[in-house]
């Protein structure tokens, strides 16, 4: 929804500062509500989050809106089928958790490389510029096959393209984010070009293939599908890597728990997926009238699944405000659920393993170095800086 409301308001501070007290209200008093700042349905239920993201009749194709008319394609993220299968088959493959395993040994390596010039400045440092930031730009850079070089140069675009996900967006951030797609866009045709006349062994090269081969993908769709994937590396493993870090250092006896039992790292990872989640709501557009939650919504309202709220459910998850990561089972909704379930998850849970599980074992006296600073988003939660030291 873009429209000009005080950044000061008061739910905008609550879902930036810290949306749990929020949610608890609404998990007891207004699991299904109506908002009229955000016009929109809020869902805070585990289970009527669970439909919303898995019943058809919740369409994740919401991108009407584009003011200047500009034709551009739909990624799979805002897709229905058969557009979303056939778009998502594409790209299937290289995200497999079997071909993000064999990516281990180069995530290690470059852990290790990021935490030696951290330590090289001394033994301060921030954990988000030094190593939660950069890591899976590089991977996903490197994945793709985008020089990990020109980062500083689509830092800037993809963090206003990923401010621009909030509920509420001001027409200000509106029109610097329709600029950051076109340089984006622009940047990513110079790369597909030089992939066309020189194809590499990287998974531009070989989407490229596939559009050369027919009609299974186009050429628009294959720009705005290396935009979703360049942009997903960017905004959100930072956020599992920095909120998870956090809420250890909130916790120490989760966190010498961890360094007692590293092997605790993967189930420690989905806690902290659970606990704090980078990505704290999706949005659906409702095509017939539904009940949902004892709620009557229409066909054409739009309804935002809070995957944070529904993390934190009591009736899901047995003391839900309590970081245990030993939690088990742990069906968190932080990577959605049914057919957009992220297609990432495989390869953001090895990052988030190996930097973690790296930053505990490198720093036995891992502590708070000052106050961290908070990102001015809501969808996407994290932080701007985690000053830490080891
Ligand atoms: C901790 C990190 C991550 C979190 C919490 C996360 C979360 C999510 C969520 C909640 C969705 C579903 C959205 C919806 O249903 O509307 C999603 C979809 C997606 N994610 Fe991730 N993501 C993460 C990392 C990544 C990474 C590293 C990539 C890319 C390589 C990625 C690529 C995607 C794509 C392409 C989709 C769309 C899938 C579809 O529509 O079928 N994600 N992600």
């Known amino acids: 929804m873009i429209r000009d409301v005080p950044r000061d308001h008061p739910l905008l501070v609550q879902f930036r500062e810290d949306p749990y007290p929020l949610y ?13 700042l955000l016009e929109a349905w809020t869902v805070a239920r585990y289970s009527d989050v669970v439909t919303v993201l898995t019943d058809p009749r919740f369409s994740a194709d919401r991108t ?16 229905d089928p058969p557009d979303h299968t ?28 990021l935490l030696d010039h951290a330590f090289a400045r001394g033994p301060e440092f921030d ?15 490197e994945l793709l096959g985008v020089p990990a070089e020109d980062r500083a140069t689509f830092h800037g675009w993809s963090a206003t393209l990923a401010a621009s ?27 597909i070009a030089e992939r066309r006349r020189e194809p ?49 250092l909130k916790h120490p006896d989760q966190l010498s728990r ?6 605790l790292i993967s189930s420690a990872v989905e806690e902290l997926l659970r606990f704090d989640s980078p990505v704290q ?5 409702v095509t017939e009238d539904v009940q949902l939650g004892g709620k009557a919504i229409g066909a054409g309202e739009f309804v935002l699944p809070l995957l944070g709220a529904a993390n934190h459910d009591p009736s899901q998850f047995s003391e839900p405000h309590q970081l245990d990561i030993t939690r088990n089972p742990n069906p968190h909704v932080a990577f959605g659920r049914g057919i957009h379930f992220c297609l990432g998850a495989p390869l953001a849970r090895v990052e988030g393993q190996i930097a973690i599980g790296s930053l505990v074992r490198r720093c036995p006296n891992l502590r708070l170095n000052g106050t961290p600073k908070r990102r001015d988003q809501i969808t996407l939660r994290g932080l701007e800086s985690l000053p830490v030291a080891a």
């Open 127 to 141: 954990l988000i510029a030094d190593l939660a930031y950069p890591l899976p730009v590089i991977v996903i850079a």
């Open 200 to 248: 590499r062994s990287d998974l531009i090269s070989a989407l490229v293939a596939v559009e050369e081969r027919g009609d299974t993908l186009r050429e628009p769709e294959l720009v705005v599908m290396c935009t979703l994937l360049l942009i997903a590396g960017h905004e959100t493993t930072v956020n599992l890597i920095g909120n998870g870090t956090l809420a250890l």
């Open 165 to 191: 996900l909030d509920p509420l967006v001001s027409s200000d951030l509106m029109d610097r984010a329709w600029v950051s797609r076109d340089a984006l866009h622009a940047y990513l045709r110079g790369i």
């Open 258 to 263: 961890l360094r007692e039992a590293p092997t």
């Open 64 to 79: 009407s809106y584009s003011p200047d008319g500009y034709e551009v394609a739909k990624s799979m993220l805002v897709s």
């Open 86 to 113: 056939r778009l998502r088959t594409l790209v299937q493959k290289a995200f497999t958790p079997r071909i993000v395993e064999q990516l281990r040994p180069r995530i290690h390596a470059i852990v290790d490389d």
């Open 24 to 36: 608890r209200y609404l998990l007891a008093a207004a699991p299904v509500q109506r908002n009229d």
């Open 281 to 285: 709501m999706t949005g659906r557009l």
